[in-house]
C-alpha cells in the first residue's frame, strides 16, 4: 500500500495534470472549431465529400507516421484472405 507522503503526493500530481489537460484542451478547442469549419467548407462548396475528406485525413496520418504502404497492401491481403477461409 501507498505510504501517506505517497498518496498526498500522487494526490497532488493529478491535480496538477487535471488542471493541466483541463487548459490545454480550452486552448486547441478554438483549433478543433477551426478544421470542422474548413471540412464543412469543402463539402458545403462541393470541392470535396466526406469520404474524399476523411480518406485525405488517413492518408496524411499515414504520412505522418511513415506507414510502410506495401506492408500495409500486403498485410490488407492477408486478413482478407483469412476472412475468406472462415
Known amino acids: 500500500m501507498f505510504g501517506k ?3 498526498d ?3 497532488k500530481h493529478i491535480g ?3 488542471k493541466s489537460f483541463v487548459a490545454v484542451e480550452e486552448c486547441i478547442q478554438p483549433y478543433k ?3 470542422k469549419d ?3 467548407n469543402y463539402v458545403s462548396n462541393a470541392w470535396l465529400s466526406k469520404q474524399d475528406i476523411s480518406m485525405v485525413i488517413r492518408a496524411l496520418r ?3 507516421n511513415d506507414v510502410d504502404l ?3 497492401g500486403d498485410f490488407v ?3 482478407q484472405g483469412a476472412l475468406k477461409e472462415e
Do not use: H
Open 5 to 7: 507522503n505517497e498518496e
Open 9 to 11: 503526493s500522487k494526490a
Open 16 to 18: 496538477e495534470f487535471a
Open 33 to 35: 472549431e477551426q478544421l
Open 38 to 40: 474548413l471540412k464543412q
Open 62 to 64: 499515414m504520412m505522418k
Open 70 to 72: 506495401e506492408q500495409l
Open 77 to 79: 491481403e492477408t486478413v
